[in-house]
């Protein structure tokens, strides 16, 4: 698989996250961030999003490629770092194993029908661990996502420091990115 191509095509993206993406962490940016993304979003058959209501992965990933295309080329990343601030995201966090994991528990709650991918957290020693992305959101967004959910968790004396690790990569059609974080 490649980024912005949904594993299945049943697979859907809760309302709500669309709408936290869009008319909250884009918007921390700009209004006009925020009017592009709504006007991608319209294009790919998704009007005016409900928070109960579900749509196609597929819609929002054509969305996200707009965007990539678009407005400027760090905003994935940018993007990636807002996420635990604005997406139903667990609390029940006691370490930084849990918050890694809680990539994978969070993006579990918001899709749903059909092969949606996975964020796996494996702990490598004390203050390194390992998430392997198989997702179909692109390598920006995930390595921000990460680096978001790093810092919000490490201690206070710690420098985070998220590097793409891995002999694959799905800039270059592999299923999995593998992301290496030290704190």
Do not use: K
């Not at 965007?67 to 995201?89: C, K, T």
């Not at 997702?135 to 206070?156: E, K």
Request: proline letters at 5%.
């Amino acid at each position: 698989m490649v980024q912005y191509e949904a594993f299945d095509q049943g697979v859907e993206v809760h309302g709500r996250t669309i709408l936290h993406v869009v008319d909250d962490a884009l918007a921390r940016f700009s209004e006009e961030y925020r009017d592009r993304a709504r006007e991608a979003l319209l294009s790919h058959g998704i009007d005016d999003p409900a928070p109960d209501e579900w749509y196609p992965q597929q819609a929002w990933l054509n969305t996200f490629e707009d965007i990539a295309e678009d407005l400027e080329p760090h905003l994935l990343d940018r993007l990636g770092e807002q996420i635990p601030a604005v997406a139903d995201w667990p609390t029940d966090i006691g370490s930084m194993a849990d918050a890694l994991q809680s990539i994978d528990d969070a993006y579990q709650r918001n899709h749903r029908g059909g092969d949606i991918g996975s964020y796996r957290f494996e702990q490598l020693d004390d203050r390194t661990g390992r998430v392997v992305c198989t997702t179909p959101y692109p390598c920006p967004f995930d390595r921000g996502l990460i680096r978001a959910v790093a810092r919000r968790h490490a201690p206070v004396e710690a420098f985070v420091f998220v590097e793409e690790r891995g002999d694959a990569c799905r800039r270059d059609g592999s299923d999995t990115c593998t992301y290496t974080i030290s704190w």
